[in-house]
């Protein structure tokens, strides 16, 4: 604001003295207030209001009983929307949310004593809105010509962000140790789990590679026992023997089928799943598994989210930690399978090896004898087991564990030894909705004509899978790596369904051979057979789209199915 009128006359370069509130004094009329007109102000006012002006602080001064308000420009900024509203102004009439401090004030100065204030607390309408302000006050009485206190100086300083960041400072002081300790704590777990996946990864690769030999093996036993079954059946003594060595195979082919499930090289179909309505299939099942004297309970969340997991290998999980329940149950107790959706920020995720996201939240809680910490420690190695020798693999756990990490979960476990045992299974919501029953029947295990090429590095796998085929009708081509079935192919071009191993050696590998195969001019099947997939066929644990596997050992009930089923399915 310009005025036609300067106060003070002269401002001898003092910013304070040519400012905008030296202009608004000028400008302004005091008869009206206890200052009077300008022009008859006392020497001792114009040198309070000219020190007033010149300071680069806050201070306004308050005249006479009403406490009539003068002040600088830095007051001005301070005062906010309340400026100019304030000039000329009873203090009470100006801030009348304080009126009644300000009044002793006045009254206490005016009386020739002084106020001092660190960090006082006020609430003030500066914009409109009340607000907590913090400020440093300092009060001394202002003298006329005659000597008598006329009115009061004040130095105001905001401290409001010094306060509020000295008591962030505060609260951070207080809580620094524990979330030192906190922060310890986390690392020292992170680097456990890290130390724990290194060793699990470790023994994966071993037992991957392991269990593909060991199923080749199986393999090569169960094709000719079938076979031989087929050349034997008017002899029941023997086919009862062939019968009992055909269940031993079964069982290693299962052995072998955990083991890659613990290392995370089992191929998945994942599908989308209503946990609440698997839970609800299972139910009758499971409480099969207890005896009389443990009693099954459920609990669901209204509205549970989908998951998007392989539903056969999640029955099995779960069958796995009620059976690990049951057998901690001695003299009786319970236990409690709930399903509930979980949604988990940042904060949540230090104890688990998870991203912040949403997740459904499986667990399996019992009243049984729970563990020591040594134990829960080893819990998920395979092949470790605290029953009686014959009475567990030791590896259910391990392949809970790595169905659980393959499908992009985490395993939670909590227990206390004599109050049991809570093992929680997290995994990734699913957002689409679960598909209507399709009503699909097994594909029959039907004869047929056409021509097969199998491929196939272990010979004797190859000629007991031919052997097989050939009992099926098939006609059988053969090769014992891709280059040598690439050749066939090119010499055959009416084969009918490439039936191939996953893990050969060669410079063609088995997934390139497929996508020739099943390309025009040939446009066969393709069919893959393996005990150990590794990442070829399948990525992030689970297969390829379109992908048709059988798992060694099969059967030559599973062999025809799957290859009348790839056939009669081909585009």
Not at 94 to 107: K, L
């Amino acid at each position: 604001m310009k005025s036609e009128t300067a106060w003070p006359e002269q401002s001898f370069e003092c910013d304070g003295w040519r400012g905008e509130m030296a202009s608004r004094i000028a400008s302004f009329d005091w008869s009206h207030t206890a200052m009077g007109p300008i022009d008859q102000w006392s020497k001792s006012l114009r040198a309070a209001v000219q020190l007033l002006l010149a300071s680069p602080v806050p201070l306004v001064m308050l005249w006479g009983q009403p406490g009539t308000m003068i002040y600088n420009d830095a007051y001005a900024d301070f005062a906010g929307g309340r400026h100019p509203f304030l000039l000329g102004k009873p203090v009470e009439d100006g801030w009348p949310e304080i009126a009644a401090f300000n009044r002793h004030v006045v009254d206490t100065c005016l009386s020739g004593a002084t106020l001092s204030y660190s960090d006082k607390r006020l609430t003030l309408h500066r914009n409109g809105q009340p607000e907590d302000v913090w400020m440093d006050l300092h009060y001394s009485p202002v003298a006329e010509d005659d000597g008598h206190p006329a009115g009061v100086i004040a130095i105001v300083v905001e401290t409001t962000r010094k306060v509020l960041a000295e008591e962030k400072l505060l609260k951070f002081t207080q809580t620094l140790e524990e979330r030192v300790a906190e922060a310890v704590t986390a690392r020292v777990e992170a680097e456990e789990r890290f130390r724990q996946v290194q060793k699990l990864e470790a023994i994966g690769n071993l037992t991957g590679g392991v269990a593909h030999d060991f199923n080749n093996v199986l393999q090569i036993i169960s094709a000719n026992l079938q076979l031989i079954q087929l050349a034997t059946r008017d002899k029941p003594d023997l086919a009862r023997r062939l019968h009992v060595m055909s269940e031993a195979v079964a069982r290693g082919g299962k052995l072998a089928a955990q083991m890659l499930a613990f290392a995370r090289r089992q191929p998945l179909n994942p599908a989308v799943v209503n946990p609440a309505k698997l839970v609800a299939d299972m139910c009758e099942f499971l409480q099969r598994a207890l005896p009389e004297s443990i009693k099954l309970k459920t609990s669901v969340s209204c509205e549970t989210w989908n998951l998007f997991v392989d539903r056969h290998q999640l029955e099995n999980a779960l069958l796995n930690l009620v059976i690990n329940s049951r057998d901690a149950i001695h003299d009786g107790g319970n236990i409690l399978i709930e399903i509930e959706n979980a949604t988990l920020g940042d904060e949540h995720t230090t104890g688990l090896a998870l991203p912040a996201g949403d997740y459904v939240k499986f667990v399996v809680t019992d009243d049984g004898a729970g563990m020591a910490e040594n134990v829960k420690a080893r819990m998920f190695k395979p092949f470790y087991s605290t029953k009686a020798e014959g009475q567990g693999t030791g590896l259910g756990l391990s392949m809970v564990f790595g169905f659980v990490s393959q499908s992009a979960g985490c395993v939670d476990v909590k227990t206390r030894v004599d109050e049991g045992t809570s093992v929680a299974l997290y995994f990734p919501r699913c957002t689409q909705a679960e598909p209507a029953d399709a009503g699909t029947a097994r594909p029959r295990a039907a004869r047929g004509g056409e021509v097969v090429l199998v491929v196939e590095d272990d010979a004797d796998v190859r000629l007991a899978t031919i052997d097989m085929l050939a009992q099926l009708g098939y006609k059988v081509l053969s090769a014992q790596d891709g280059e040598a079935a690439l050749a066939v192919l090119q010499k055959n071009g009416n084969v009918d369904l490439l039936f191939s191993d996953v893990v050969m050696p060669g410079t063609i590998r088995p997934n390139a051979l497929a996508k020739i195969a099943s390309a025009p001019p040939y446009n066969a099947a393709v069919v893959f057979a393996s005990g150990y997939t590794r990442d070829i066929i399948f990525h992030e644990g689970r297969l390829d789209e379109g992908v048709v596997l059988l798992r060694k050992p099969f059967t030559i009930d599973d062999l025809a199915r799957t290859i009348r089923y790839a056939l009669d399915t081909r585009g």
